[in-house]
């Protein structure tokens, strides 16, 4: 079993930057892929990005690339998401997601919201 924790979240102003974490504990080695998803309300939760856990490789959304990094530290065994640029278009509920084939594990979820 996994459980994972986000952090970070809050409010800024467009242009702002904002750090979330998401740290895991239990049988991490249940999981090989951490993704950041988001949520608003009526719509569907869409994935932001995602980090493989041993190689690193990484995957953005096309809204987020270039503003957004996703990052690990396994010693931790948390990952990041700095969001940089932010728009009023990123706020929702940021979610955590751990996976490993038909696995998933997800958090609580952390509110951004960006005011203009």
């Known amino acids: 079993q996994v459980q994972l924790l986000e952090s970070g979240g809050g409010s800024v102003q467009t242009g702002g930057s904002l750090t979330l974490s998401c740290a895991a504990s239990?049988?991490?080695?249940?999981?090989?892929?951490i993704s950041w998803y988001r949520q608003v309300p009526g719509k569907e939760r869409g994935l932001v990005a995602a980090?493989?856990?041993?190689?690193?490789?990484?995957t953005y959304a096309d809204s987020v690339k270039g503003r957004f990094t996703i990052s690990r530290d396994n010693t931790k065994n948390t990952v990041y998401l700095q969001m940089n640029s932010l728009k009023p278009e990123d706020s929702a509920v940021y979610y955590c997601?751990?996976?490993?084939?038909?696995?998933?594990?997800w958090g609580q979820g952390t509110q951004v919201t960006v005011s203009s």
């Open positions: 997601k751990g996976s490993f084939e038909e696995n998933e594990y």
């Open positions: 980090i493989t856990r041993v190689t690193g490789r990484t």
């Open positions: 239990g049988i991490v080695s249940d999981i090989n892929v």
